[in-house]
């Protein structure tokens, strides 16, 4: 199970000034996080609520197609290239880094028992690009195009370039080579898809991109690459009964949400750094920051008053940035909560031998780096402690698919929890969508003529 250990953000540590008295507060929250977690579970099934994702885990129609595909497929292809972006690539980063066996790309096929790499591409640098497209054979290689809106400028310009080139090495065969996974309905991929007789995976209504990592977003390039996805929805369905738990002193999601709330608004805690102590678990971090960041951000609360709300997420690792943020977080403004990721026990022990023991680092002799990493997680938590800082530490038993999929899942609860207890709209997105619109009309969509003549003008006098 998972465990979330939040002494060190209470009083009794860190002290008034800068902890909580967190007997008292979660008392006092009592009432509200129960409704809030009742609400949330009475409006997931309605349509326009956003919070279809909270369903994701019972999907089995989803999970027998996406199995009957990927076994259909997975032999014929050397690659997986998804192209994609926010939460069309970010969840299916996480969770196969976290998964598959570290550095993947670089076995051979016989080590990957035949599976194929998987690549993520998103981002539109064009050497990036270019550089990946000269190291894959296109031929080999299946793409899978990714974005609900089906319009993404950065998504839809990298699939243009790709199925051009798989077009002309292909002919009419290239289509064998694509899959999409985008709206139901409604959007350009759709449309393409249809006119093109391109096989489709669908992003469900009612379920954001932030959101989507259970959906045939993260399902299908996982189980392509071989990721066991029952024991992924198994993970997801155990910690959503957890989660329904509306005693806030039984469930970790609002325990977290509440204490990040109450360190934000009456600390003055707004920043919220995720530190895993494990590099597998390092883009759960990138996931992490989009989700909080995408969804807690509002300039107007649910009332329509203006708030400009929002703690702002950071990335960072241990132990790696113990070695270049751990200064800043201990001696810098105590304006941060921390939130550490322990790993329980790892698949892997290795020893130090014990030599060079007439020196300085002879003491590390005979330990194991599991020791280390885990003294380095706990001794970071005291020292940020010792100079009054909050800390909580969420331990997962190991790094699994079940593991994995439940912290992933307790973190969207975690977030939409978060949303309520600040009264904003978590689940739409404004900000990103004038960015897309800008970009749309500087790149002479149509319709976005009288936006672009404005934006040309200020792009000249910025
Ligand atoms: O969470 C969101 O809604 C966004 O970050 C989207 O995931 C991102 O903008 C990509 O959008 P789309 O999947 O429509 O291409």
Redesign the pocket.
């Given at each position: 199970m998972l465990e979330l250990n939040y002494r060190n953000v209470d009083e009794a540590i860190i002290g008034h000034e800068n902890g909580l008295n967190i007997k008292q507060e979660f008392e006092n929250y009592k009432g509200t996080i129960a409704r809030i977690i009742a609400d949330l579970n009475k409006r997931k099934d309605k349509p326009g609520q956003w919070l279809q994702w909270m369903n994701l885990g019972y999907n089995e129609e989803t999970l027998w197609y996406v199995k009957e595909y990927a076994a259909m497929v997975q032999d014929r292809f050397e690659n997986i290239l998804v192209l994609?972006?926010?939460?069309?690539a970010l969840g299916g980063l996480a969770v196969t880094e976290a998964l598959l066996k570290p550095y993947w790309n670089l076995l051979t096929s016989e080590q990957r028992e035949g599976l194929p790499r998987i690549f993520f591409l998103d981002n539109i640098d064009p050497d990036t690009m270019t550089g990946l497209l000269e190291i894959l054979d296109l031929k080999k290689t299946l793409v899978n195009v990714?974005?609900?809106?089906?319009?993404?400028a950065e998504?839809m310009s990298q699939f243009m370039i790709v199925k051009n080139i798989l077009e002309a090495e292909l002919g009419d065969d290239y289509r064998k080579n694509i899959v999409a996974t985008t709206d139901k309905r409604t959007g350009v991929l759709r449309q393409i898809a249809e006119q093109e007789g391109y096989k489709t995976f669908v992003?469900p209504d009612d379920v954001?991109?932030?959101f989507?990592v259970f959906s045939a977003v993260g399902l299908l390039p996982f189980a392509l690459v071989g990721i066991d996805i029952d024991e992924i929805t198994n993970g997801i369905k155990d910690m959503d009964l957890l989660l329904k738990n509306t005693d806030i002193n039984e469930n970790i999601a609002a325990q977290n949400a509440l204490i990040h709330y109450l360190m934000d608004t009456q600390k003055g805690k707004n920043l919220s750094v995720m530190m895993p102590y494990s590099s597998r678990l390092k883009y759960v971090s990138d996931w992490y920051v989009?989700l909080w960041a995408?969804s807690l951000g509002k300039n107007k609360d649910k009332a329509g008053n203006d708030v400009q709300i929002g703690p702002t997420p950071i990335k960072a690792l241990g132990a790696t940035d113990q070695h270049s943020q751990i200064q800043l977080y201990n001696e810098g403004p105590n304006n941060k909560i921390i939130n550490f990721i322990r790993v329980k026990e790892f698949d892997n022990t290795m020893e130090i031998p014990p030599i060079f023991e007439y020196t300085g680092i002879g003491y590390l002799g005979g330990k194991t780096i599991n020791q280390l990493i885990n003294a380095e997680a706990d001794s970071t938590r005291v020292a940020l402690a010792d100079y009054q800082r909050p800390t909580v530490t969420i331990t997962i038993p190991k790094v699994n698919g079940y593991y994995v999929a439940q912290l992933l899942y307790m973190l969207e609860v975690q977030t939409a929890i978060a949303g309520e207890l600040y009264n904003i709209d978590t689940f739409s997105?404004p900000g990103?969508e004038q960015a897309?619109n800008y970009t749309y009309a500087l790149m002479g969509r149509v319709g976005y003529e009288e936006s672009a003549q404005v934006l040309q003008s200020k792009i000249a006098t910025a």
């Open positions: 994609g972006i926010g939460g069309s990714i974005t609900k809106s089906g319009s993404t998504t992003v954001g991109g932030r989507s989009q995408e997105q990103v897309k």
